[in-house]
């Protein structure tokens, strides 16, 4: 599959006589500050060097460190109330000049981002309506001070987390190996979509209750477009403190030093790093686009290669599964390493994470290639039915049958990647996995990854899916689901393993070491 082009936002707009004037108000701004600076005596000796580096928030420019609110290019001020890119100005600027009468060709949920933000005028017309973009909102530096403050905090935010993300790099010490680096297995970021290959978290032809479920570093990629908090805009939904602060009496993440990178303890800074941080993580970890998986749904079947999978050997088709599986969990081994506070974990608890999670998270990933209409998966460029992986060994058909109906109970929810990135997290520091040593770190990460991941879904989903159940129980409960699907992934593959000569298949390294039959 082709990777997708950005298409530069500068491009769809120019700049209107106010943003000129804007410009110009903020240049003299600027030179006043520097003949202030020069008169200035020098600094005392105790201020810190992060105080040093950061100059002072004022005007256009320094809004400018915050990308842009609608689609996550990079900002050029706030225009119709919002801080937005050029070309999201523009083109809400022509959606207000003339009548327009939008429509969306799919669900009206498309992705809007940096990459296809051009591609449905309506959806990205409704997320700058959402936002709180108006023509009766032109501000251009008239905010009021309960606003200028809450974008003067974004910015400090934005500039701790560069010098965070400068500083520091991610530990590459599991299945280091094993794993290719980012250059090898991605192409280059850009701030949309990174894939190569594909992706597919197929079962290869391989319930208790949970009562901590029950109730309860960094690289330098550009922030998640799907992470959106307008600033100046009013907002009534509550903010992080208010949904599920962590207190003192449960234990500030920052404090105990689980999280070191993260630049704040303050809860709701926390929660927001947190979202932003698993976002982008599990955005640059994606093998295939959310457009490319829309599209491949859109393509008519090929019922050649129905028919060449259905007539596949058993053995090949465990093994052509267990490759296309190892990819996913190539791509997982490098989320979890993004994961804040992960690496910081011990290294043996690290392992046992990722060899109980692994197969898990493919299953989470899993339900982004299933096409709910037509009942059939993504499986590499081919959407397959379920029944093409079936077999006449009872222990794999029960597999393929539990992993396609968690994978769509899944996909029903409608999660954004945001959330799936959230929940893939919650999933992998589960405090409960069988050998673990620092439980009580791995607890307190899991608590505030929870903690994001419920502050996220009230954001999206505000009414109860049945009942007074959220989204949010419902995912959870899914938690010992996803544990039983791994059991039977691991005895089908046993039984398989045993059933085979001797080194009749070789399977590929990181599939042997995360499933081992001897573990």
Known sequence: MAESAG????????????????????????????????????????????????????????????????????????????????????FFRRSQS?????????????????VNRNRCQYCRLQKCLRLGMSRDAVKFGRMSKKQREKVEDEVRFHRAQMRAQSE????????????????????????????????????????????????????????????????????????PAQV???????GSIGAAGVLPNMVTTD??????????????????TLLVSTEEIQEAFRTPHDFTKLIFYKNMAHEQLWYDCAQKLTNVIQAIIEFAKMVPGFMKLTQDDQIVLLKAGAFEMAVLRMSRYLDLQQNCVLYGDTMLPQDAFYTTDTAEMKLVS?????????????????????????????????????????????????????????????????????VCDALLAKIPQLKEVSLLHMDALIKFKRSQPPHIIDFPPLHKELFSVDS
């Open 7 to 90: 298409s530069p936002g500068a491009s769809e707009g120019g700049s209107s006589p106010q943003q000129q004037q804007s410009t110009s108000q903020t240049a003299a701004q600027q030179q006043s500050t520097q003949s202030q600076s020069q008169s200035a005596p020098s600094q005392p000796s105790d201020i810190s060097s992060s105080q040093l580096a950061s100059p002072p928030i004022t005007g256009t420019a320094q809004i400018e460190i915050i990308p842009c609110k609608v689609c996550g290019d990079k900002s050029s001020g706030v225009h119709y109330g919002v801080i937005t890119c050029e070309g999201c100005k523009g």
């Open 98 to 114: 003339s009548v327009v009468n939008y429509q969306c060709p799919r669900n009206k949920n498309c992705v809007v981002d940096r």
């Open 168 to 239: 520091t790099a991610p530990d590459s010490s599991v299945f280091e190996h094993q794993t290719p680096s980012s250059s090898d297995q991605h192409h280059s970021y850009n701030g949309g979509y990174t894939y190569s290959g594909s992706e597919y978290a197929s079962p290869g032809p391989g319930t208790g209750g949970s009562g901590y479920y029950n109730h309860q570093a960094m690289t330098s990629y550009e922030l998640s477009a799907d992470y959106v908090d307008s600033t100046t805009t009013y907002d009534p939904r509550p903010t």
């Open 402 to 470: 539990c992993v396609f109906e968690l994978a769509r109970s899944i996909a029903e929810l409608k999660l954004t990647e945001s959330e799936l990135a959230l929940y893939s997290a919650v999933v992998l520091l589960n405090p409960e996995r069988t050998g673990l040593k620092d439980v009580q770190d791995i607890t307190k990460l899991s608590q505030a990854v929870i903690m994001a991941l419920r502050y996220e879904l009230d954001r999206n989903h505000v009414l109860p899916i049945k009942g007074d159940v959220t």
């Open 244 to 250: 599920d602060p962590l207190t003192p009496d449960t």
């Open 267 to 284: 809860p709701a800074d926390l929660t927001g790093m947190l979202v932003q941080t698993l976002a982008a993580a599990h955005k640059k």
